[in-house]
């Protein structure tokens, strides 16, 4: 079982950088395959983007295409989130989360442990 802690958030203001950094507990975290979700007050938790065990493979949700990069470090047991040209939109809590397998990565619900989120908060 890998625990996860996310940090980095903060306050931004519109056009701004964040890179949010997510670390594993132990040297298991470099099997699994990583997340990043994040959810908005009232609203579901939706898919930011992903990247495949050894960092090979990336995808991301198209709202955040050519804004957002995933990275990993497996020797830091870290996986990274570079959030770029924020909007007042991005605003919500980022989770990072975990799975074993490499299918259904857009469903939050096919991850298999998660984080307990950090906030990011873009200003107009």
């Known amino acids: 079982q890998v625990q996860l802690v996310e940090s980095g958030g903060g306050l931004v203001q519109a056009g701004g950088s964040l890179r949010l950094s997510c670390g594993g507990s132990d040297s298991s975290f470099s099997i699994y395959n990583m997340g990043w979700f994040r959810q908005a007050p009232g609203k579901e938790r939706e898919f930011v983007g992903y990247i495949t065990w050894g960092g090979a493979s990336t995808d991301y949700a198209d709202f955040v295409k050519g804004r957002f990069a995933i990275s990993r470090d497996n020797a830091e047991n870290t996986v990274y989130l570079q959030m770029n040209s924020l909007k007042p939109e991005d605003t919500a809590m980022y989770y990072c989360?975990?799975?074993?397998?490499?299918?259904?990565?857009?469903?939050?619900?096919?991850?298999?442990?998660w984080g307990q989120g950090t906030q990011v908060t873009v200003s107009s």
């Open positions: 989360a975990a799975k074993a397998r490499d299918d259904n990565y857009y469903e939050a619900r096919s991850y298999d442990y």
